[in-house]
Nanobody
Framework: QVQLVESGGGLVQAGGSLRLSCAAS????????MGWFRQVPGKERELVAV????????YYADSVKGRFTISRDNAKNLAYLQMNSLKPEDTAVYYC????????????????WGQGTQVTVSS
């Protein structure tokens, strides 16, 4: 079991930046692949980014490549999502997720979810 708590969301103008943080409980953080999903009301949740246990491998959705960066600090039990050049279409609730398996793109591959943090990008 791992508990995840997101923070760092808020309101930002288009072109601005935000950094989301995900704090994980426990001493086994480094055994989890970490990721970020986002959801707009009425739409399916979308995988944004994934990072491997050691941080050496990352994946990004095409819509955020070149703008978002996922990272982690295993010594601090923290995962991050740096979001630059934000667009109104990035507006969503962002969820931190974790899996004991190799992180993929399916929602059901991630048994551990945070409570979500709202990101709103104004035009």
């Amino acid at each position: 079991q791992v508990q995840l708590v997101e923070s760092g969301g808020g309101l930002v103008q288009a072109g601005g930046s935000l950094r989301l943080s995900c704090a994980a409980s426990g001493r086994t953080f480094a055994t989890y692949a970490m990721g970020w999903f986002r959801q707009v009301p009425g739409k399916e949740r979308e995988l944004v980014a994934v990072i491997s246990r050691g941080g050496g491998l990352t994946y990004y959705a095409d819509s955020v490549k070149g703008r978002f960066t996922i990272s982690r600090d295993n010594a601090k039990n923290l995962a991050y999502l740096q979001m630059n050049s934000l667009k109104p279409e990035d507006t969503a609730v962002y969820y931190c997720v974790a899996t004991e398996e190799i992180g993929g793109s399916r929602i059901d591959e991630y048994p551990y979810w945070g409570q979500g943090t709202q990101v709103t990008v104004s035009s």
